[in-house]
């Protein structure tokens, strides 16, 4: 079809948002982008990018903006700064935040968009820079269906478990509930390793025992034999598991839920990086017991 | 062929005893039974099993003896009690201990049988009663390696995933390894369902989206669904649960490891016993936070 395509807006461009960016160029789309370190757009500028100085230019080029950037404090920065997206946008646009971000400002941002008839969706992903590279993420999407539905070609680009979850916040919810998994499960993969390595046994042949029956899971299966190599490698940063958890835990207390698991992985990882580990990848948790 | 095989014992009838001793049956081998409650023999002596009235004398008839009864305690009197099987096995009798028992025991078994020049192995068990029915059992042998090669057709009648790991105790030590990482991962999994309930999510499709990720385990796609079902009858009991954990706590100790994530299952689990549980399945742990 020679329908006339939307211009594309990127806002973050490291390792996930560079492949991801990459994706929607490749697709024919005009592509807007925008990163605080220039130098990280220089790939795609080459593939045909357009560079502009502030997330304002990027609101005014483009009808579709994705972002994915560090902190919650980012975001808010991007969006709501006075360079930001929401503050210079235009009625009709459809502003997609990726990042990993709190429940509660995605419901914000989702308001203060209404207020001036923009369409903004929380949509983070899961898959890491493997998945992004590869286009198939797992995007989990908050906000209005109708604005989902039209910006889903944009996701099946980059994905491809891409749920709507429902209302605005609920992307971050589900991403929440997905780090909340994945925390307590480290400190048993890296607990049963420590263990088995301390009563003396083949831990490799343990692992070949143990990771398809009960006790199996993604971390025993991908990231315990990292550890037995001792290779600390980040698939995934600790300071933004510990990001993730920070911002899991507030919006556990909003709900007056006991997270115990959440908090004891919280504490045992902030001791982590105080050790100098928070730029390793999560499996590094096994360095606790050292 | 028609070598001769050689006579089995079996002590310890519960849910997964039976199907177990009923494979060996099934493969012609003749069988002498024993059981604390006798009607829970009932069916493998209409099989055509054989009923003695203590370990004893399944000591004096079977050449090759398989127990799988409830606690250390039970473990120990079966063995070394008055009646038991080591204080009145014959030299070259092999005898397998498919409780999950403390690795402890289970070395202290194998020198007292070593003195009688009785064959000792530890060889635990994982599959539930799933497993034991459909004879695909994970089976953690600790013990002598031709010990464990000369009893190997029997374990291939319960099992598939059939593993030597080395010395006596070794095999309960691989079955604690295993309970270690699902303590922590049961946690995980409860609190991620309880968020994305008080987060107001469609708990479902949140399950949908997370399994096949990095949040994904065999806890995760086989025990959040009955959890989200109400349905909290017992593939694996709260109470056996908490029995592995205490062992595998008592045997961290021991090495002087902290475990800091099996810590705080087991206080939680006690918890739920407390409150009435310990005959519920161990996805009860949700119930923690109602």
Known sequence: MATLKPTVGFIGLGVMGNSMASHILDAGYSLFVYTRTKKKAEALVQK????????????????????????????????????????????????????????????????????????????????????????????????????YEAVLPI???????????????????????????????????????????HAGLDVEKVLATISTGAAGSFSLSNLAPRIVNGDYSPGFFIKHFIKDMVIALSEAEKMGIETPGLSLALTMYKKLAAMGEENSGTQALYKYWQ
């Open 155 to 197: 996701f099946q680009l980059m994905g491809k478990n891409i749920a709507y979850l429902g209302e605005a916040g609920n992307g971050q919810h589900t991403k929440m509930a997905n780090q909340i998994a994945i925390a307590s499960n480290m400190i048993g993969v890296c607990e049963a390793l420590v263990y088995a390595k």
């Open 48 to 147: 045909g990018a357009t560079w502009v100085s502030s997330p304002k230019e990027i609101a005014l080029y483009a009808e579709i903006v994705i972002t994915i950037v560090g902190y919650p404090k980012d975001v808010e920065e991007v969006y709501l700064g006075s360079e930001g997206l929401i503050t210079n946008g235009k009625p009709g646009s459809y502003f997609i935040d990726m990042t990993t971000s709190s429940p509660s400002l995605a419901k914000k941002l989702f308001a203060e968009g209404n207020k001036k008839g923009i369409h903004v969706l929380d949509a983070p992903v899961s898959g890491g820079d493997i998945g992004a590279k590869e286009a198939r993420l797992a995007i989990m999407v908050g906000g209005n269906e109708a604005d």
